[in-house]
T-cell receptor, first 114, second 114 residues
Framework: AQTVTQSQPEMSVQEAETVTLSCTYDTSENNYYLFWYKQPPSRQMILVIRQEAYKQQNATENRFSVNFQKAAKSFSLKISDSQLGDTAMYFCAFMKPGNNDMRFGAGTRLTVKP | KAGVTQTPRYLIKTRGQQVTLSCSPISGHRSVSWYQQTPGQGLQFLFEYFSETQRNKGNFPGRFSGRQFSNSRSEMNVSTLELGDSALYLC?????????????FGEGSWLTVV
């Protein structure tokens, strides 16, 4: 079974600084997808970034980028130039192709301080 | 383009009752999945429907059931409610998870069982 581990329950960062959230996963699959979702106080899950395992190039979306290390089964999220609106819970998720059975980590609560 | 819509947003039920939650996916999306989010267990996959067929089911008792209609709208039902069923129930839709399409979440339905 696939498991996702986020070892940092809480983190904080000063506005405009950079922060990295960690995620590791366990799978025997070779092809899969990885995601970072943001859940603000409204509780709606918002996709931040996604990575296909077969792509070696790390995904980037504006201020958000990932460091995908397939052999190490590591998928960290870097947020540059942190903004107050980035304050939220961040969930790392794993999904095999073929269904919507996403496995989520326990989440990291990120607080951006002014 | 409208997002994933869930109704009702908030509801309170008594132990032993049953509840039905509704989800309208993004137009054109054929896959709908349901997740339960609780402080103790985190985000857990309930089931996924694609073209009116249940394709995957998580590890939940038979009291949790669902269905999908020809217009892709989905409902989930929980019978004989227990206190532990209190949770945020999230619905998500995608075009076709077999192709790794992005999954979009609704704002959730907050269920409180008293």
């Amino acid at each position: 079974a696939q498991t996702v581990t986020q070892s940092q329950p809480e983190m904080s960062v000063q506005e405009a600084e950079t922060v990295t959230l960690s995620c590791t996963y366990d799978t025997s699959e070779n092809n899969y997808y990885l995601f970072w979702y943001k859940q603000p106080p409204s509780r709606q899950m918002i996709l931040v970034i996604r990575q296909e395992a077969y792509k070696q190039q790390n995904a980037t979306e504006n201020r958000f980028s990932v460091n995908f290390q397939k052999a190490a089964k590591s998928f960290s999220l870097k947020i540059s130039d942190s903004q107050l609106g980035d304050t939220a819970m961040y969930f790392c998720a794993f999904m095999k192709p073929g269904n919507n059975d996403m496995r989520f980590g326990a989440g990291t609560r990120l607080t951006v301080k002014p | 383009k409208a997002g994933v819509t869930q109704t009702p947003r908030y509801l309170i039920k008594t132990r032993g009752q049953q509840v039905t939650l509704s989800c309208s996916p993004i137009s054109g999306h054929r896959s709908v999945s349901w997740y339960q989010q609780t402080p103790g267990q985190g985000l857990q996959f309930l089931f996924e429907y694609f073209s009116e067929t249940q394709r995957n089911k998580g590890n939940f008792p038979g009291r949790f059931s669902g269905r999908q209609f020809s217009n892709s709208r989905s409902e989930m039902n929980v019978s004989t409610l227990e206190l532990g069923d209190s949770a945020l129930y999230l619905c998500a839709s995608s075009l076709n998870p077999s192709l790794g399409n992005t999954i979009y979440f609704g704002e959730g339905s907050w269920l409180t069982v008293v």
